[in-house]
């Protein structure tokens, strides 16, 4: 069975968020590139169920030309083909992402991809909204926040907390991060990756009814310490505190 996995380039932030003088982007100078950890999963998943079934694994991002680099990550933990929808850098909302994706699947020359796997929602700006886009889309069953998966006589079984599903494929499934534990990319799988060929599309970009304002990074506010004394003096102090917290055991009636 072959799999489509759609990935999403986002900043690798470490520390506190700095935004652009704009406030129009997350500033990047001072970090690189990654695929959001949903994805990476969804990439592991795939990668385990062609490894079963057969098959071949693609993954597709939209980004700018260095987005290639993020598809040779997922081609060097084992996946077999790398597409990259070309863009110049602009930012695209959902409907134009999904679009442009929906319109790749129908163009590409592999498989009819039975199964599409995204992330659940993508790591820089938390959208939920194009996996579920793309499978209005292309006519196919959605499901999302999966943990869970299972394939087997042209059904999917997909679980979430306190939740299972059966649908038929071809299908759409938004997976989160905890499905699996993403493998680390081996030194042939790095080699491979670095001589593979990345299939071009170049969609065009088209506006949105949205328009962003401005980013905005939200205060947390600061915990002020309280000091409930010293040595063994604070012992009463503390178990009051934890006590109101319901952290201690409770006496037998």
């Known amino acids: 069975m072959d799999v489509l996995v759609c990935v999403k380039r986002v900043p690798t932030v470490g520390g506190q968020v700095q935004l652009t003088d704009d406030g ?10 990654t695929v959001s ?8 998943e795939a990668i385990r169920l062609t490894e079963r079934d057969g098959g071949a694994v693609t993954v597709l991002t939209l980004g700018p030309p260095d987005a290639a680099g993020q598809l040779r990550d997922m081609l060097a933990l084992g996946a077999h083909r790398g597409v990259l929808l070309e863009t110049d850098g602009r930012e695209w909302g959902p409907m134009t ?24 929602e993508a790591a820089d700006t938390g959208g939920y909204q194009v996996g579920i886009r793309l499978a209005h889309l292309l006519g196919r069953p959605c499901v999302t926040a999966i943990k869970r998966l299972e394939v087997a006589g042209g059904m999917l079984r997909a679980g979430r907390e306190g939740e ?17 534990l993403p493998r680390y990319p081996s030194l042939p799988g790095r080699l491979r990756a670095r001589r593979a060929e990345i299939a071009v599309l170049r969609p065009e970009w088209q506006p949105e009814g949205l328009r962003k ?10 915990r002020q310490a309280e000091i ?8 009463p102090a ?9 952290l201690l055991p409770r006496g037998r009636p």
């Open 238 to 246: 503390l178990v009051s505190v934890l006590d109101g917290l319901g």
């Open 24 to 33: 129009q982007e997350v500033d990047t100078r001072a970090s690189g590139f």
């Open 213 to 222: 304002e401005r980013l905005r990074v939200p205060e947390v506010p600061r």
């Open 97 to 120: 992402t999904a679009a442009a994706i929906a319109a790749a699947v129908r163009s590409l020359a592999a498989a009819s991809f039975p199964l599409i796997l995204c992330g659940n």
């Open 37 to 44: 950890p949903h994805e990476e999963c969804a990439v592991e």
């Open 164 to 180: 299972e599903f059966r649908l038929p494929l071809p299908a759409v499934v938004g997976v989160r991060e905890g499905l699996n």
């Open 228 to 235: 409930l004394g010293h040595g063994t003096g604070a012992v």
